[in-house]
């Protein structure tokens, strides 16, 4: 459930988590998975379908995008540019950044954008997973992106896990060296809460982490 407490600004749940209010109803729980499934494949893959444009940087206008969904969805006729606000700064994966009358998805795109994210505060250390089949082909050959345009790493192997087990249920965590990989000239930038981009890494900087060596 999507709500605005008058105070406080957009929130998911029953209550305002910090004054305890009600708040404003924006949309229940169905509407906002839709409608965030909907935005969310506009703003990394399909612009186009919904006859939108998206320039260079990944950027479409909030009030195009608001009118597309409802021609295009006649049960969102009260879509308003503030549903899409709200939904945007209420993600806990930090996957919208909201500019002016402007929205862009941060990571995980397959249409071609330069996205020009922050490059500071990023760990030194990141995290990426792998299945145990492909765990030595990575660290031989090094890793790059498959199905996006850029390798998206974890903030911590909790994280990397996490995304890792989508796809096996005992991933394999790589560690990746991003001190070494900066100070190489590689750019990491900050895209989400605990999502990382950067065009590829090279095999030097990768290591089985610690935590995820096969015991002897």
Do not use: N
């Not at 320039?55 to 049960?75: C, F, M, N, Y």
């Not at 930090?94 to 490059?119: C, K, M, S």
């Not at 991003?178 to 895209?191: C, E, F, K, N």
Request: glycine letters at 6%.
């Amino acid at each position: 459930m999507l709500k605005e407490c008058e105070q406080h600004g957009y929130f998911r749940g029953p209550e305002c988590p910090q004054c305890g209010q009600e708040g404003r109803f924006l949309m229940d729980d169905r509407e906002l998975d839709h409608i965030g499934r909907v935005l969310t494949g506009i703003l990394r893959h399909f612009p186009e379908r919904y006859g939108l444009t998206m320039d260079e940087h990944g950027w479409v206008s909030l009030p195009q995008i608001v009118r597309a969904i409802s021609q295009r969805h006649r049960g969102y006729q009260w879509l308003r540019v503030h549903h899409l606000v709200a939904i945007a700064e209420t993600d806990a994966k930090g996957r919208y950044e909201v500019r002016d009358d402007r929205i862009r998805a941060t990571y995980a795109h397959t249409v071609d954008v330069q996205l020009d994210l922050p490059t500071d505060r990023v760990p030194d250390l990141l995290y990426y997973p792998v299945t145990e089949e492909e765990a030595p082909i990575v660290l031989e050959v090094g890793l790059r992106p498959s199905d996006r345009k850029k390798v998206h790493l974890s903030k911590t192997a909790e994280d990397a896990r996490a995304a890792g087990s989508v796809r096996t249920p005992q991933p394999v965590i790589l560690e990746v060296d991003t001190r070494a990989a900066r100070a190489a000239g590689l750019v990491i930038m900050r895209a989400g809460t605990t999502v990382f981009l950067i065009d590829s890494v090279p095999p030097e900087y990768l290591r089985r982490a610690p935590t995820a060596e096969p015991a002897a």
